[in-house]
């Protein structure tokens, strides 16, 4: 209701302003007459029935009439207002500008929602065929011509002429998928991952293993894994630097591609200081065409990367400006260093951290700042066949103590490390198998058994876990690029020298092409392409200056329809 100023000069303005029962009619409940009633009037307004001499009517009033009237709606712009055509080749070019943002991992799109993402995205199996070349056909071929009784259209090739056949090529197909499971492989060649082959993934897996090689695949740590990959808005694989490959869950990436793309994934690289700089870098490179990468060496005191990883979660913090929070989940194999990072993040010993895998048991919300929660996950392993037990073992997804005859192991680790650095580990110079190497180490060592027998069993333990916990130098070199730049590639890793703690030390990078510039330093050139110094520890803490990958952010949204 109105009051005040204005109410007095509206009152003043329309003089009386009574109803004639003394009642003043002011603003406010059913002072304005409903849309209902103004139309009830009009009816009136339209006129009276017309009426003879005797009162009777002749010509009904017409909301008397029961006559429908003729109706025609004009047409107006106003209807198309909202619509816009656009020619084929204009959204040819738009479906390549978005799709190759969306296929750059550096790029984030945001609110996909609001982009016709229908438009770029085939939709390959509604009514099993491609809706794009469906729509694409009827534009460029004429109605005639695909429909009708003179349609010119194609049979469909189904490959087969007559039941028979489709009964023998359905036997030719059951045959080539028992290949496969066989062989582990898709039909492109690439490795089947466990969730690939859905409820045939156990049958699949039939090898019978000690139960100790299932560690991270129970049922209670991947519903762990799936409570923390919902509850998150970003989440950190973190990979081992030794092994980047081999932490590697792709079947976890396929799930979050498929069935939560609008959740951010990033890769982090740690434990870089156990390997050399070039090798780190490289993988960097490799990893990085997959999803944002970036290296760290997570240590609460001597850290490296923790400046870029805050970086880049505050950039994604600031790409959910809307939310109150946002979360941050850290997965990946066991022992990888999940709960490490963490404590690195928060400068303090919040998550418990062990060199045994299977450390956290279920997982932890942290808070890093208002803004951002981190949560630690406890490492999972996907179960997948082409692993052998000492692939399994060698990862640090089991522990030690628990692995019978771990001597039979031990020829796997004499493979992926050099014997110049097992002699300046142990000392133990060209030993010509596994077994002489452990009975000679044992011997060194004192360890033996009653009879003066060595204790292999006891000394292969020790070996394994010298290994998993970077007492002994090993990595994984990084795969070849393909396009004949592979001479430069190995020049870049052999050349770099790397050394412990270069990661913090030396490394700047160049920020447009995200490769380390060179290195300062160039006093260990003589010394081959090996690294030294191992277990130094010398990373110094640099949070600022450290980053290896930058994510660019563009708002697609705004360039979006207007
Ligand atoms: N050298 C080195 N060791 C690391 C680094 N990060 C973690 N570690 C060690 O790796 C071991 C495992 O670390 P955790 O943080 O417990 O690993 P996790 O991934 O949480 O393990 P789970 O609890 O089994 O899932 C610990 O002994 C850490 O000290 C690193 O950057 N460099």
Known sequence: ????????????????????????????????????????????????????????ITVAASYQSRDAPVARIEPNRKWFGNTRVISQEALSSFREAVAERASDP??????????????????????????????????????GDTFGPKAQRKRVKLGVSSLEDLAGETANLQRSYNDRLEHGTHEDGTPIVAGDLGETKESALTTARESVFSKGQSKRIWNELYKV?????????????????GTRCRSIEKYIREEAPHKHLIFVLNKCDLVPTGVAAAWVRNLSKDYPTLAMHASINNSFGKGSLIQLLRQFSSLHSDRKQISVGLIGYPNTGKSSIINTLRKKKVCTVAPIPGETKVWQYVTLMKRIYLIDCPGVVPPNQNDTEEDILLRGVCRVENVENPEQYIPAVLKRVQPRHLERTYGIKEPSDAIDFLSRLARKGGRLLKGGEPDLDGVAKMVINDFLRGKIPWFTPPPKPANGDAEDEDEKIEGRQGRLGEMGRKRKIDE????????????DESSGPEFEGFNEGNAEDDDDNDSIANLEISDVESGEED
């Open 512 to 523: 447009k092409t995200d490769e380390p510039a060179e290195e300062a330093e160039s006093e």
């Open 229 to 245: 990959i919902d509850s998150s808005d970003v989440v950190i694989h973190v990979l081992d630097a030794r092994d980047p490959d």
């Open 1 to 56: 209701m109105g009051s005040g100023k204005k109410e007095a000069a509206r009152k003043e303005r329309q003089g009386k302003t009574d109803d004639g029962m003394g009642n003043v009619r002011t603003k406010g409940e059913n002072f304005y007459r409903s849309a209902k009633k103004v139309k009830h009037l009009n009816m009136f307004k339209d006129g009276k029935a017309r009426r003879n001499a005797q009162g009777d």
């Open 106 to 143: 550096y790029q984030v799109l945001l609110k996909t929602n609001k982009l016709p993402m229908s438009l770029i995205r085939d939709n390959d199996n509604v009514n099993g065929l491609k809706q794009h070349q469906a729509k694409m056909e009827i534009e460029n071929n004429p109605f």
